[in-house]
């Protein structure tokens, strides 16, 4: 009968979109996407979109990347020249250092792919592939889908800090190279409960710890704010520097008795893990040991343009 035959319609319809969205995963993935592993069923949305791969490069690759890691002395050469770093700072190869100014063979040719790669066009829509443009939408895309006049996977994008003066992309997109340089003495945190720039639409960390780092922590923790999202009370400007004096790491929200912790992404070598940002998207790092070793990260990460940092 016609139910039937609507029912049969949509199913096939259904298994055509799967297709689809296999297909097109398995040709945005290349060998150095740090997605090329994920599943749509891997993504936990509670309490906001996130999702967690272990080893999510193939061995020879990680390996290649792994090897070639530049010093800590070297991105703090290039990404902050003639600058004293304090110990447990974070510093960064930015996207935009690695493809448009000579390093002086500091960054091999490998990581300049996997740089390319994660600030390109395809990878920021094998993201939206994997959490699916619903919840994309929900966190991000009617706003900048009413300010643009165009849907999120239909927007123009660019590597972050080359924008154009005139008609920039509305999504800017990098991958950066990063270090927290060495904890010296004692315990530190680089950074206590916060959530990210508003601009930003996804973050993901890929972790490459040396095997050798006898260092514990710095691992990154999910919480959830008790009172919903967007609830829990933040400290003003003024409050949040003197709070950051007296404890030596920046914290964001009051009263931690709001929170709950949900999980934590433990830092060891290949892991990756990715959120959604929004307004709840409460994250921080645990307090790390001593080490002459520093803590190694790729941060990959896609932003709504904005002037004053774009």
Not at 214 to 237: D, I, N, R
Not at 258 to 286: C, Q, W
Request: hydrophobic content about 30%; proline content about 5%.
């Amino acid at each position: 009968d016609d139910d039937d035959d609507d029912d049969e319609s949509a199913l096939e319809q259904e298994e055509e979109m799967e297709s689809t969205l296999q297909k097109r995963q398995r040709t945005t993935s290349n060998k150095y996407s740090v997605l090329q592993n994920a599943k749509k069923a891997d993504v936990r949305l509670h309490p906001y979109p996130h999702v967690i791969i272990e080893n999510c490069l193939p061995d020879d690759v990680y390996e290649e990347l792994e090897r070639t890691y530049p010093s800590y002395k070297d991105i703090v050469k290039i990404a902050k020249p003639g600058r004293s770093i304090s110990p447990n700072t974070r510093v960064d190869l930015r996207a935009s250092m690695v493809l448009k100014e000579p390093t002086g063979g500091i960054v091999s040719k490998a990581w300049e792919e996997f740089v390319k790669y994660h600030s390109s066009r395809e990878f920021y829509e094998e993201v939206i592939d994997l959490f699916g443009e619903e919840v994309f939408t929900k966190y991000h895309g009617k706003s900048m889908e009413e300010k643009y006049g165009k849907k999120l996977r239909e927007m123009e994008t660019e590597v972050r800090l080359t924008s154009r003066k005139k008609n920039p992309a509305p999504v800017t997109l990098d991958a950066q190279v990063g270090i927290n340089t060495p904890v010296l003495k004692g315990r530190s945190r680089v950074r206590g409960l916060h959530v990210d720039n508003t601009h930003e639409l996804y973050a993901g960390l890929l972790y490459f710890r040396d095997e050798n780092d006898p260092a514990t922590g710095g691992h990154l923790e999910v919480y959830e704010c008790l009172k919903g999202a967007g609830m829990c009370k933040e400290y003003s400007e003024a409050e949040r520097l003197k709070h950051r004096k007296k404890i030596g790491w920046d914290v964001q929200f009051k009263n931690l008795g709001d929170f709950k912790l949900v999980g934590e992404v433990p830092y060891e070598k290949n892991r990756f893990v990715m959120f959604i940002n929004s307004k709840s998207s409460y994250h921080a790092v645990t307090p790390r040991s001593a080490s002459t070793y520093p803590r190694r990260l790729v941060n990959i990460a896609a932003n709504e343009y904005y002037k004053k940092t774009n």
